[in-house]
């Protein structure tokens, strides 16, 4: 595209100031184009969108100038100016139609892209629906997945509770154990342990493995081991043996792998006796063991 350097227009104005001497012939025809021009020239919209028109208005008024210049008629200056202004009002109108045309176009462009956004937003958000609609339907079945995974866990944990329980229940019966207020309590007499002896027998041995096995099937269970004594001997001694047996046992429960922290010994010497010591077979019946196995998850309830 053509952009004139408006060096015409530059000497124009060059000759008028050179012939400010000799006052050259203006009108008002002239100095109304002069000031059109300058509006014109002023004006991005006219560089922008009619250069070639404002070059040709350029000329137009160089020429006009020249005969100013020139003090040509009045009428020849005057004809020379309106030519001029014709060319400067072309460019101008010209200059407004294209900036227009292209303010339409921009306009017809921007709805384009407003509606291309629109239909590009709105894909996205139904992308974004389908999504979420997915995920909810993931999350539902995981869900239900969870729930009877849950469920067959449960009812697993059922049938093994209860499978448990009866294992229990048959070893405590095979160990001939009482339910009382304390717990479940498994008296062992003093076959357990030789006369005056407080290491075990391997009769006691087997006993206390049968026990192991309860403590290991049933981890949430402790046992408290009571030693007791009958009257026999001094008070100090039958303390320290009652005591010295309870402590027995525990090191065999631990031994079978049995924490040790799950087991509680008290030795009570000739105390809390359950029967008389008149006879033999009396006090036979006051030296034994007993063992309290507390409930599920519970401490074992002391001696009071």
Do not use: H, W
């Amino acid at each position: 595209m053509f952009t004139p350097s408006f060096k015409p227009a530059a000497l124009a104005a060059a000759i008028l100031l050179a012939a400010c001497s000799t006052t050259p012939t203006t009108t008002s025809e002239l100095e109304t184009a002069r000031a059109n021009y300058a509006e014109a020239q002023g004006n991005p919209m006219v560089a922008k969108y009619a250069p070639l028109e404002l070059a040709a208005a350029t000329r137009a008024l160089d020429q006009a100038n020249t005969a100013a210049a020139r003090r040509d008629s009045l009428g020849e200056i005057d004809k020379l100016a309106y030519v001029a202004k014709q060319k400067i009002a072309s460019a101008q109108e010209i200059a407004r139609a294209k900036a227009a045309e292209d303010q339409m176009k921009d306009a017809a462009a921007q709805r384009d892209q407003v509606r291309l956004e629109a239909r590009t937003a709105e894909a996205e958000a139904a992308k974004r629906r389908a999504d979420q609609a997915r995920m909810d339907a993931e999350a539902a079945q995981n869900q239900a997945q969870a729930a009877q995974n849950q469920a067959a866990s449960a009812e697993a944990a059922t049938r093994d509770a209860q499978a448990r329980a009866a294992a229990l229940a048959a070893a405590l019966s095979e160990l001939q154990a009482k339910q009382t207020e304390r717990g479940i309590v498994i008296t062992f007499g003093d076959v357990l342990f030789n006369v005056d002896q407080a290491n075990l027998t391997s009769q006691g041995m087997a006993v206390a493995q049968r026990l192991a096995d309860v403590l290991r099937d049933n981890p949430d269970r402790v046992v408290l081991v009571e030693g007791f004594t009958d009257s026999t001997g001094s008070d100090a001694y039958n303390l320290q043996l009652s005591q010295r047996r309870a402590e027995s046992v525990r090191a065999a429960l631990s031994q079978m792998g049995i924490d040790r922290s799950r087991i509680e010994t008290r030795g009570y010497g000739e105390a809390y006796p359950v029967a008389s010591n008149a006879t033999a077979g009396e006090r036979q019946l006051n030296r034994r063991v007993e063992i309290v196995l507390s409930e599920a998850g519970r401490p074992v309830t002391q001696r009071r």
